[in-house]
């Protein structure tokens, strides 16, 4: 007999998702029923439930991020007992038939595999998802999250994280290869985690610094804004591997640019219009690009037991189910960070809301609290060697080659400033800079180039011995030091001579070119014959020359 279960339903693209209850089939030989403890929202789910894609089967219940506990098993089940902690990711069934079924990359499924979602499945009934309180799954598509994984942050890895999992272990990711991750979002922030914990060396490519804190946080050796047209010069042919998580038409030419000979860069995002891909880079440097989907359930359950292992879980914030269309909202208009996780049994609002959250391509604008700077601890990650951390009207600014960070109480995030002139009273000085000292007045011209030195140490301003890295200091003047990069050409070493009076240039001879005033320097036309005649004439002595006497022997001293 079918379970009638809860759940949240679409049933039109103009309308929000209402409560509603559906049917689940009843157990079979190898079935689990699982109640969902957690069903994480992706962007898939808004753009099915709003028919963005043109394939949505209404009514439809959304989600493909579940994670739950086991209720109940088939007669059959050997893989699954009552209790055990479970999962399901993008699809619950395949063909079981095709090489790539056979193969573990049900994924790639010859006939289609079927969703977990919108879809159809072997009894010719539609798929719902997550959005509800129960489940019905073959075992042999339920994945088993370890227990050292809390199931909050796990459910949103059975899709962000394989997606970004299956092409770091398809190309290699490891100890020796720089890997880059475009946009630091829902998927990228994942990705960040799994190929740190990999051993790459890890770049985030997004479109400003607003994020920089999170991305070294997360792992991060390198961050850049691709907004700067430096970042494109200075990496170029750096990267093994790069994987591209957003849904926006980026520039191929330039990403693909970045990649060393047999590099690699993955597209892993839908952008709205087809992908223009140049094939100079392509053909002169050897290099792929290539698209990836998620991972069959092998390496899924490889994937939550490899983050159990480091503990990786997604940045979530927990929302009740009567919270997902708000939830939605927020989604698109990119004010979360990083992944929803709604929760069958919450009520109320999130335990992990951010207050100023911003996307890799959006354009608000960071808080700036004018607050003072000396009564509160401040956490600072980079400040690079010729740095300068200002004091202004509108807040704290940093300046300077490789200014990096954030001062978490006062809510600003120091980013580098190019090409401006900046007034303020100086709080901390780079170990790289001479002068000025702090709590002086200055004037600091932002240099354009970009900090690449590794980074640097805590260290005092008083006796600029280094420290410890990333500690907690009680004064915003105590700044990182002790980083060699770019010692040849520091601000202060940059003399600016004083003017000189500009060259007169040089005109080509000419007969006659000369002015009739001989004490002038400029030039006219040839002068007349009255002028050449009234020339002065300089005054000379006539010079008569005679022939040196012969001497006379006998006057000779020597003799």
């Given amino acids: 007999?079918?379970?009638?279960?809860?759940?949240?339903?679409?049933?039109?693209?103009?309308?929000?998702?209402?409560?509603?209850?559906?049917?689940?089939?009843?157990?079979?030989?190898?079935?689990?029923?699982?109640?969902?403890?957690?069903?994480?929202?992706?962007?898939?789910?808004?753009?099915?439930?709003?028919?963005?894609?043109?394939?949505?089967?209404?009514?439809?219940?959304?989600?493909?991020?579940?994670?739950?506990?086991?209720?109940?098993?088939?007669?059959?089940?050997?893989?699954?007992?009552?209790?055990?902690?479970?999962?399901?990711?993008?699809?619950?069934?395949?063909?079981?038939?095709?090489?790539?079924?056979?193969?573990?990359?049900?994924?790639?499924?010859?006939?289609?595999?079927?969703?977990?979602?919108?879809?159809?499945?072997?009894?010719?009934?539609?798929?719902?998802?997550?959005?509800?309180?129960?489940?019905?799954?073959?075992?042999?598509?339920?994945?088993?999250?370890?227990?050292?994984?809390?199931?909050?942050?796990?459910?949103?890895?059975?899709?962000?994280?394989?997606?970004?999992?299956?092409?770091?272990?398809?190309?290699?990711?490891?100890?020796?290869?720089?890997?880059?991750?475009?946009?630091?979002?829902?998927?990228?922030?994942?990705?960040?985690?799994?190929?740190?914990?990999?051993?790459?060396?890890?770049?985030?490519?997004?479109?400003?610094?607003?994020?920089?804190?999170?991305?070294?946080?997360?792992?991060?050796?390198?961050?850049?804004?691709?907004?700067?047209?430096?970042?494109?010069?200075?990496?170029?042919?750096?990267?093994?591997?790069?994987?591209?998580?957003?849904?926006?038409?980026?520039?191929?030419?330039?990403y693909l640019n970045l990649l060393k000979v047999d590099g690699t860069l993955v597209e892993l995002g839908l952008p709205e219009h087809p992908i223009e891909v140049p094939g100079g880079p392509l053909v002169f440097k050897r290099r792929s690009f290539a698209g990836s989907l998620i991972g069959g359930i092998r390496q899924t359950q490889e994937m939550l037991d490899f983050c159990a292992e480091h503990g990786i879980g997604a940045e979530i914030e927990v929302i009740s189910a009567d919270q997902i269309n708000e939830a939605y909202e927020r989604v698109v208009a990119s004010d979360v960070r990083y992944r929803f996780s709604s929760a069958r049994d919450r009520a109320g609002a999130s335990d992990h809301h951010h207050d100023d959250p911003d996307d890799d391509h959006d354009h608000h604008h960071d808080e700036q609290a004018d607050t003072d700077e000396s009564s509160h601890t401040a956490r600072w990650e980079v400040l690079g060697p010729f740095g300068l951390l200002m004091r202004q009207p509108g807040g704290l600014r940093g300046v300077g080659r490789g200014v990096a960070g954030r001062d978490a109480a006062a809510g600003f995030e120091v980013g580098r400033v190019v090409g401006c002139r900046i007034h303020g009273l100086v709080l901390g000085v780079g170990h790289g800079r001479r002068v000025p000292r702090a709590s002086t007045p200055y004037t600091a011209a932002a240099s354009a180039r970009r900090h690449r030195g590794p980074e640097g140490r805590i260290g005092c301003l008083g006796c600029r011995e280094p420290g410890k890295p990333d500690v907690t200091v009680p004064d915003t003047r105590w700044v990182v030091c002790e980083s060699p990069c770019h010692r040849n050409n520091r601000p202060d070493r940059r003399r600016s001579s004083p003017r000189r009076p500009a060259r007169r240039s040089r005109l080509p001879t000419t007969r006659g070119a000369r002015s009739t005033s001989w004490r002038k320097s400029s030039w006219t036309n040839p002068p007349s014959a009255t002028e050449k005649r009234n020339r002065p004439r300089p005054r000379t002595t006539r010079v008569t020359w005679r022939p040196r006497p012969p001497v006379n022997p006998s006057h000779r001293t020597d003799a």
């Fill in 1 to 254: 007999m079918p379970t009638t279960v809860s759940a949240y339903m679409a049933t039109a693209a103009d309308r929000p998702l209402e409560p509603a209850t559906i049917e689940r089939r009843d157990l079979g030989p190898h079935d689990v029923l699982i109640d969902i403890a957690y069903a994480g929202i992706c962007h898939s789910d808004i753009h099915t439930v709003r028919n963005e894609w043109g394939r949505t089967n209404f009514p439809v219940v959304p989600g493909h991020e579940i994670a739950g506990t086991v209720s109940a098993v088939g007669e059959q089940v050997t893989r699954y007992e009552v209790g055990d902690r479970v999962g399901v990711g993008c699809f619950v069934d395949s063909c079981r038939e095709c090489e790539y079924c056979l193969a573990g990359e049900e994924q790639y499924c010859v006939q289609g595999n079927t969703g977990t979602y919108n879809s159809v499945g072997r009894d010719g009934k539609s798929t719902h998802g997550g959005y509800s309180t129960a489940i019905v799954v073959d075992e042999n598509y339920v994945c088993r999250i370890p227990e050292g994984l809390p199931l909050d942050v796990a459910a949103p890895l059975l899709c962000a994280g394989i997606t970004l999992y299956s092409p770091l272990r398809n190309w290699n990711a490891g100890p020796g290869k720089k890997v880059a991750i475009i946009g630091l979002g829902g998927l990228g922030h994942v990705g960040v985690k799994i190929a740190h914990a990999l051993g790459a060396e890890v770049t985030v490519l997004s479109q400003s610094l607003k994020k920089m804190e999170d991305g070294l946080r997360l792992g991060a050796d390198h961050y850049y804004a691709t907004s700067d047209p430096q970042t494109f010069r200075d990496l170029r042919e750096h990267f093994d591997l790069i994987l591209n998580t957003v849904s926006a038409n980026l520039d191929m030419g330039k």
